[in-house]
């Protein structure tokens, strides 16, 4: 089943114009013709189901039938990710999309050597996970910001997990123990900074934790320790 | 730390004449220069600091200064994992590395449409891993065999752990509660057919998992159950 997320609302019979890059997928890519039915989301009305009205030059557009599935949203958990390289951050936002976190923040930390990031890829990634992965929303991908700056902002509310391969920290699986909202923060492959660990370790909110004996990649560390979050509080459980 | 796997044997005073890769990659890449130090492993003799003695035409020389950790080796957990597109694959194995896999065992199933598979290429990206994740080994890459095949010569001492979203299965938190050796088989894309299924519910030691609410790609699947694997009964605890 092709499912697809558009910007418009949703409701029985509205009509929905694709954009240019829907319309070819639709068309030329997929091979779906007038009549042909799918999937469609908005992050707010639900999952509907649409039907193919016309194939044009000017596009495809789309009739919206019949609700399929209520809107749903997903453990307010928020992925923050240090810029690390371009290949290993896309699979981290398709990786966080799949893995049901609600938003993904960038941030820049000491040893962060970033280029700069391309948010509208990054965005575009999130888009096509959670098409395929079956969500009723996409995550929101927010602009780089220092990670000082982030934890000045910083609602005590939301705990934070970060993991921290030094000392005696946890396991995710005995340091996360209480749902609610969370954010899971992932360094930069170079680690934190001494001083950045001294000053997340005397966070209120804030919980170290670790991920097994091995020294893990960026990505690896962020799908792990959403897969744990997920597994102990979240909606694996 | 600059880390190699070499296929020598260990021991102080031991010369390692490395090949051109190896060589290049130290000189020309790391700008390493004679009595420069880093540390080889080989899977047998646990890690060694070894000392550049010669940087020449005919590539890099070292020699075996001391012995820094035992060898040691991690669970008996083998990841059996379907043919998936090229990139996937690559990430699949580089994963199963970090994540403390002790071999990758490649198959194909009903709903493989496989194309051909480069063992050495995967045989390179496992040994970097190894080299950049602290292993002491490097995990085999068997080539694929037919699911069938491989359930045919499987010694039911060893658990199967595969994931199953048709359906009451169990997390695998609750699934997998006794250590000792273990397969996590991941099916391709297309998910594994009703007679494959069949069969593998069939099976005294296989035990079904759900990864979760969502449709997970082959390589979120296989970090996911690798991870909750090892953070329930590896070396993650």
Redesign the interface.
């Known amino acids: 089943m092709i499912r697809l997320y558009v910007p418009h609302d949703l409701a029985a019979g509205a009509h929905l114009a694709l954009d240019e890059g829907q319309s070819r997928y639709l068309s030329a890519v997929m091979r779906q013709a007038v009549g042909d039915t799918l999937a469609v989301f908005n992050g707010r009305d639900g999952e509907w189901r649409a039907a193919i009205t016309t194939v044009g030059k000017r596009g495809v557009t789309l009739t919206a039938l019949d609700s399929t599935r209520p809107q749903h949203i997903g453990p307010d958990l928020d992925l923050i990710v240090a810029l690390v390289k371009r290949g290993r951050l896309e699979?981290i936002v398709?990786?966080a999309t799949?893995?049901?976190a609600r938003r993904v923040r960038l941030v820049s930390t000491e040893r962060t050597n970033a280029d700069h990031v391309r948010l509208d890829r990054l965005r575009a990634i999130a888009m096509e996970a959670a098409e395929?992965?079956?969500?009723l929303d996409v995550p929101e991908i927010a602009g780089p910001t220092k990670l000082d700056r982030l934890l000045a902002d910083w609602n005590p509310a939301r705990r934070l997990l970060f993991c921290d391969e030094g000392g005696n920290a946890p396991?995710?699986?005995d340091a996360v123990t209480t749902p609610g909202s969370w954010g899971i923060l992932i360094g930069p492959e170079g680690g934190f900074s001494p001083a950045e660990r001294d000053h997340l370790r005397a966070l209120p909110y804030a919980t170290p934790a670790?991920?097994?004996?091995?020294?893990?990649?960026a990505d690896?560390a962020a799908?792990?320790a959403l897969?744990?979050w997920?597994?102990a509080v979240?909606?694996?459980?």
Chains 1, 2 share one sequence.
């Open positions: 699979t398709e990786k799949e893995l049901g395929q992965t079956g969500r396991t995710v699986l670790t991920l097994g004996p091995r020294i893990l990649r690896t799908i792990s897969t744990l997920q597994a979240g909606d694996w459980r």
